[in-house]
């Protein structure tokens, strides 16, 4: 492979291209989809956040509409904007301060982001290791072709 | 061996190593979830860290909070990060094994197919 140095792809046979070919295809489809659940994650962070901009401006006693469904609200009264319950994942709910809510969903973004980073790096070097392979691969078909006694008979 | 023979045994040989790249990919997918288990077990485990010790912790099961003690919290999460770590060190394991298997496999399709041509060569010149 690319990353081992030792071995040079155009030393490589059609077979052996075919198959990292193949490979590369299958990572590159992964690392894409990764990251578009991650960019759908940060989406729902980022809501998050705001939502806690909002709260905190909000006084005990605002009105406010519940959702029961997505559809269905009921009519709510805000007891106290400075306490949330947040999701810390695996089934695990912490009641913190708002402030402190903050903080926590601040801290996921900035994650998702670092991994979104490291995606992106890993997308764009497989990209080119599969660029690499396909020029190494198709001259070694346009090599075969030209090598063919058909043509060497001219 | 007559070439009938050889034929079923080779075909035997390719359904035994369709099974094992079969089994190698529930393997990988295995490796996969486990993965993305830790990261999330981890993440929580590290929250659970920055929590003051008075802080309320619910814990959803079904469809109930259920309060749960921080302290009791953090040893459950330990307890299934350390499950995790263990198997992911047993997927890996089979999966070692299973490249081992699969590279055998291959080598002796490889030998049986020259078998094969072997054989044939020789049936045509009768």
Known sequence: ?154 | MSLDTLRGEFEKEIAAFKQLEKDREKYVANRQTLESQLTENQMVKEELDLLGDESKVFKLIGAVLVKVELAEARSQVEKRLEYIQGETKRVEDQLTDSTVKTKNKQKKLSEMQEQIQKAFATAGKK
């Open chain 1, 1 to 154: 492979m690319a990353e081992s140095g030792a071995v040079q792809i155009s030393q490589l046979s059609v077979e052996q291209l075919n198959h990292l070919q193949k490979q590369l295809e299958e990572e590159l489809t992964f690392f894409a989809t990764s990251l578009e659940s991650l960019r759908g994650f940060a989406e729902k962070v980022t809501q998050s956040v705001q939502a806690v901009d909002d709260l905190q401006k909000k006084e005990r006693g605002a009105a406010s509409l519940i959702p029961l469904t997505e559809s269905m609200y009921i009519r709510g009264e805000l007891m106290d904007p400075q306490t949330t319950l947040v999701e810390l994942g695996t089934g695990f709910y912490a009641e913190v301060p708002t402030t402190k809510a903050k903080d926590f969903f601040e801290r996921k973004h900035r994650k998702i982001v670092e991994n979104t980073e490291k995606i992106e790096k890993i997308l764009s070097e497989k990209r080119f290791t599969l660029s690499a392979i396909t020029e190494a691969l198709q001259a070694k078909i346009a090599d075969q072709i030209s090598n063919l006694p058909l043509n060497a008979a001219k």
